[in-house]
């Protein structure tokens, strides 16, 4: 994150510098978490998931919702339809 810190201020919005660096750091995740998936080490997969993300510190402008224990909510029911919605083809 060197390369990014050192354009900081010379990008002129510190909203596009939370956002690059949120990026960033979302894709690293991303990485760790797909090489435990491929090991099938689910356990370390569910840990990196909990653990807090240093984009989001600070306000990075990116947020999720989270379960009572903090967790972000990943895999929800999709929302319901409602009734004045058209009805989809199967």
Do not use: C, W
């Amino acid at each position: 994150m060197p390369e990014l810190d050192s354009v900081r201020e010379a990008l002129g919005n510190e909203a596009v510098y939370r956002r690059a660096r949120h990026m960033i750091t979302e894709d690293e995740r991303t990485v760790v978490g797909a090489s435990h998936i491929r090991a099938r080490q689910f356990a370390e997969v569910a840990a990196h998931v909990r653990k807090p993300r240093l984009s989001g510190e600070g306000g990075g402008g990116v947020s999720a919702p989270k379960h009572s224990d903090g967790a972000p909510i990943l895999l929800d029911a999709p929302p319901q339809q409602s009734e004045a919605a058209p009805p989809t083809l199967k």
